[in-house]
């Protein structure tokens, strides 16, 4: 109950524009391993093993409690619909002009008419989560309107009977290669 209510709170700041980053330079993959470590023991109750790649990449600005906000979503998430003993993958990579987080789990995928609302307040896919675990349908909403909030964007990739991707892109800092 105390996570909906966050949640809704979450929301309805968003939503009034009583919402405020506070940015400062981050290296996104340190930030990914360290939600990783924590995450890991909810994956380890299903067997499931979370693997990451931690490469030298442009900072970013960003707000790093936000950021963990949608790092955790995406990854519970991909725990939660993930059957026991297989793998999600997390990474952070360059592209252009960005600096992209990738989850993607080896689940049930979301069905393709259902990909489109995904991000909608509410919305929860008609698969469902493989071990009977809870689900809001707010999540993924705050999680777009955080990276909105950000000026990046974040993308959704599924196939049925296969699996989910999620891309998130952050513009970087231009000049601020390496450590964040």
Sequence with gaps: MLNLIDDLLDVSAIESG??????????LGKLLKNRVDII?????????????DDAGLPAVDLDPARINQVIDNLLT????????????????????????LVVRDHGQGIPEHEVGKVFEAFEKPST?????EK????GLAIVKRIIDAH????????TLGEGTAFTVALPYLEGAVGRG
Excluded: C, Q, W, Y
């Design 77 to 100: 998430n991909a725990i939660k619909f993930s059957p026991p003993e297989s793998t999600v993958e997390a990474v952070v990579r360059l592209g252009e002009g960005v600096v992209e």
């Design 135 to 138: 689900s809001t349908g707010l």
């Design 40 to 52: 890991a023991l909810i994956a380890e109750e299903k067997g499931i093993t979370i693997t990451t």
């Design 18 to 27: 009583n919402f405020d980053l506070k940015r400062e330079r981050t290296d």
């Design 151 to 158: 000026g990046g964007t974040i993308a959704v990739e599924s």
């Design 128 to 132: 469902k989560p493989t071990a009977g």
